[in-house]
C-alpha cells in the first residue's frame, strides 16, 4: 500500500546560514521532485531512513561519505546539497522575468545572469549603455577583478588614468578596485557582458561548534 509523507519543515536558523539547515532543505526538496518516499530512497543508497530523516529535519549534519550516496541514488553531485538554489544543477532564467539595475534615467542598465539567491563569490551582467553616457563604477573591495566584452558597439573603459577603446569582440581584465568608469563614444546603444570575480570571502554558511556529525558504515 502506498503511504503518503509529508516533507518536514524544518525550522530555519538565524540568516538560514547553517550547513544543517541547507543540506536538509535541499535534500527534502530534491527528493520531493523525484516523488520519492523515505523508504525508497534508502533502499536506493543505502542510507538508513532515520539518517535521511534526520538530514532532512536539520537534526544532523552528514558527512561527506554519507552525502555521496545520496547524491548518487538522486543522480546529482555532492554541492547540490549545499545550493540556495537549482537543486538539480540546472536554473532557467527568462529573459522577459529579468529584473534589471537601471540608473542614469535608463541611460545604463544592468541585467543579473545569475540567481540572486547564488552566492556571490561571481557576478555576471549583460550592460547596455546608450550613446554618449559615462557609467562611473564604484571601487570594489580588494582583490576584486572584472572581465568585460562588448557585444555591440564601442566602449570606453577608463581606469585610473588610463583610457582603453574596446570595439565589437574586444575584451579586457581589470582590477575593480579602483575607480573607473565606462563610456559609450557612438550614436547607438552598446551592449556588453561582465563577469566580475569577487575578493574571496568565507563560506556563508558555518557549522555549529555543538553539531553532530553522523557517519554510516557502509
Not at 102 to 114: I, K, Q
Not at 159 to 188: E, M, Y
Amino acid at each position: 500500500m502506498h503511504r503518503e509523507e509529508r516533507i518536514p519543515q524544518t525550522s530555519a536558523p538565524e540568516a538560514n546560514d547553517a550547513l544543517e539547515y541547507l543540506v536538509g532543505v535541499n535534500l527534502a526538496r530534491l527528493r520531493a521532485e523525484r516523488q520519492l518516499s523515505l523508504d525508497a530512497l534508502a533502499r536506493a543508497s543505502g542510507v538508513s531512513r532515520a539518517m535521511l530523516a534526520q538530514i532532512e529535519s536539520a537534526r544532523s549534519v552528514p558527512s561527506i561519505k554519507v552525502l555521496h550516496k545520496i547524491a548518487g541514488a538522486l543522480k546529482v553531485s555532492v554541492a547540490a546539497f549545499l545550493r540556495r538554489h537549482a537543486t538539480n544543477g540546472i536554473e532557467f532564467l527568462a529573459a522577459d522575468q529579468a529584473t534589471r539595475l537601471v540608473t542614469s534615467n535608463g541611460r545604463f542598465s544592468a541585467r543579473p545572469l545569475f540567481p540572486s539567491s547564488a552566492p556571490a563569490s561571481a557576478e555576471f551582467h549583460e550592460l547596455r549603455i546608450a550613446p554618449l553616457h559615462t557609467e562611473t563604477g564604484s571601487p570594489r573591495p580588494p582583490g576584486t577583478t572584472v572581465n568585460l566584452v562588448v557585444s555591440d558597439g564601442t566602449l570606453e573603459l577608463r581606469v585610473h588614468d588610463r583610457t582603453q577603446l574596446l570595439g565589437t569582440g574586444d575584451a579586457i581584465v581589470f582590477d575593480a578596485d579602483q575607480p573607473h568608469a565606462l563610456r559609450n563614444p557612438g550614436s547607438t546603444e552598446a551592449r556588453a557582458y561582465q563577469v566580475t570575480v569577487n575578493a574571496e570571502t568565507p563560506p556563508r554558511w558555518h557549522v555549529p561548534a555543538d553539531s553532530r556529525r553522523v557517519e554510516e558504515t557502509s
